[in-house]
């Protein structure tokens, strides 16, 4: 089968990270967003993967012809003209994605991270006859997401996107399965896929859901990128635990790159993950934080809570915490306090940020 994945939008959510590069390809769990589902595209079988793309493409297409090799996949882009919204990308990828022999194909949100249970998914669409399957997981505040009501026999009965009240909190988890007829619902041009296609194909009972079992989480914003690193470490611990540091001075679960410089003394974790050529000091205390490619941790300072950007430094005694997000190449000097700032690249901090807050 064929497959496209959603990578528009200009990830305002993640900012500052997003100015340098744009939010699939940021590292989680030390390899970027996007290539978690690539991978897991491949191995469902695929041999194409379109990235429908608005916004730098070339970036995306460079970074990528590395991966097309290393996992022997098909990867094209398709870029719009302008943002086409959550459907009309498929529109105009519609010679990719139909082949002829009515095969269905996968759809993916670049943002949502789980264990993409995309072969049992492709099977329990073909068993059911659905013209369109939309894998689906419990949250509490589904308020954010698309809500799907159901009848007992898993057909949507109602798809609401950003409910204002409340109507069920099972919700869309941003992954699907649809046959090529869906593109004849699909005009090219702007268009919402949870607002207008998926409403369209419930009316006429033809949508249907599967039930995510494990973990789930949109990675689009700092918070909860620093929680699904959380969850995908505690699923890594489970599936494949030689990938997770282990020693003294680890606690929980914690990943650190083959290039990485770690020194004396340091107290590492629960849920870090460490990039690329970081050069972590003696006495470094990290705590549930994301070092990207890099990051210099000196002597005795301490990273709890937050994300740091490529390349950036973080001074003797400071301290980072409390949701901070630094961009790339930042010095913060000896000493300093950074309190839930928000740090676009290359600045340098001299003096505390005590309030959380954008430093520009
Ligand atoms: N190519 C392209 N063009 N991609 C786009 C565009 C566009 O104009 N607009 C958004 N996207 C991509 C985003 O990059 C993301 O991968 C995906 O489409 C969904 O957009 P988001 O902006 O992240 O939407 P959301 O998180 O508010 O809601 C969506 O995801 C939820 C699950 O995380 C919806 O699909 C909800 O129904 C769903 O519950
Ligand atoms: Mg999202």
Redesign the pocket.
Known sequence: PKAL?????Y?TRLRPLTLTVP??IIDFGNKPMICHQIEALKEAGCDEVV????YRPQVMMDFLKEWEEKLGIKITC?Q?P?????A??LALARHILEDGHGTPFFV?????ICEYPLKEMLEVHRASGAEATILVTKVEDPS????VVTTPDGRVDR?V??PRVFVGDR????IYCLNPSVLDRIQPR?TS??KEVFPAIAADGRLHTMNLEGYWM?V?QPKDYLTGLGLHLACVRNRRPQELAAGEGVRGDVIIDDTAVIGQNCLIGPNVSIGKLCVIGDGVRLSNCVLLHRVTVKNYARVSDSIVGWGSSVGSWARVDNKAVIGEDVVIRDEIYMNGAIVLPHKEIKESVLDPGTII
């Open positions: 994945v959603l990578v528009g939008g990830g939010k699939p990235l429908a793309i608005n398709s719009e302008e943002p086409m919204g959550t009309g990308p993916l949100n670049s943002d949502v954010k997401y698309g809500v798809f996107e950003k919700i869309n988890a941003g702007p896929i949870e949109d689009g």
